[in-house]
């Protein structure tokens, strides 16, 4: 059984000798890939405006900055810093595979074991790591998004996707958080019965949805929502929770999940090679 085996390893290595060229194409393949991938993350990024950080805007109708006790500062955009550790994974891959590429061959070359060791727990790790941001991704971008009854604060753009009706162009995006009036539909008759003051009183509870300020925890507190509607709602704006209030910010996020997955699949190819490579070849020409 064992000299079988060994026939039958010695064949195939007499087979991917013939085709010497595979496996430099496997590692040039793998070697662009992920430098792409990884120039795909950083062109994705954004280095400033509202996406970088909520805090930073400013709007003269809440108006922001606040000051006083309402100068609060919202939570940093999570899926940025996600997009951050798996950028840096893509990185890492990719200066592996120079090392692996550029690294001495023959048939009297091998590689120690600890190194076999080091590369295997390396590539383990990552793939953890991606497992990991990838599943917050889904629980946040496809679970909490899409979720209306968040003790901690739903979106008001979902509370009106999926309690009132679909919003359909940014028009939409102009209601009330509290109780989900369309600006300019329910409020006609109201208008032409109302004082003056009770007018303004009223104007105030509508929000610009498809606007970052409203959604940052200095705002809330400006217009006295904290306690309907939540202490932040940043994330709503970040995750892109709405594709037609907050378009940009759902195209980065649907760029960044595309981007995970697909370096979690490359991750798994290389490491077929690789381990390929360390496990099976090098075994076969040591015998």
Avoid at 8 to 25: H, Q
Avoid at 116 to 134: A, K, T
Avoid at 166 to 191: A, H, P, R, V, W
């Amino acid at each position: 059984m064992t000299n079988n085996i060994r026939q039958f390893k010695i064949i195939l290595y007499l087979v991917l000798k013939e085709c010497v060229t595979m496996p430099l194409v496997t590692r040039a393949f793998s070697l662009i890939s992920f430098a792409a991938v990884t120039a795909c993350y950083i062109a994705s990024y954004p280095w400033q405006g509202a996406l970088y950080d909520i805090n930073s805007v400013s709007n003269y109708r809440i108006p922001l900055p606040a000051s006083g006790a309402c100068d609060l500062k919202s939570d940093a955009n999570m899926s940025l810093q996600l997009a951050y550790v798996t950028g840096a994974s893509a990185l890492a891959l990719t200066l592996f595979m120079v090392v692996y590429n550029v690294a001495p061959r023959g048939t009297n070359i091998t590689w120690p074991v600890s190194t076999l060791w080091l590369v295997s727990i390396l590539i383990f790790l990552l793939q953890l790591v991606l497992f990991i941001c990838i599943t917050a991704r889904v629980s946040v971008w496809f679970l909490s998004c899409r979720n209306p009854s968040k003790t901690t604060g739903s979106c008001p753009t979902t509370n009106f996707d999926l309690l009132v009706t679909t919003i359909k162009d940014k028009e939409m995006c102009y209601f009330s958080g509290t109780d989900l009036t369309l600006f300019n539909l329910n409020n006609d008759l109201f208008f032409r019965c109302q004082e003056s003051n009770a007018l303004v009183n009223y104007n105030n509870k509508f929000a610009r949805w498809d606007v970052p300020g409203y959604y940052t925890a200095a705002s809330l507190c400006t217009r006295n929502e904290t306690g309907s509607l939540g202490q932040d709602l940043s994330w709503c704006f970040y995750w892109g929770c709405s594709r037609v209030c907050n378009p940009e910010a759902y195209r980065m996020n649907w760029r960044f999940f595309a981007l995970d997955i697909f370096q979690l699949l490359l991750l798994l190819f290389a490491y077929t090679f690789v381990m390929a490579d360390f496990y099976f070849i090098k075994e076969t020409k040591q015998e």
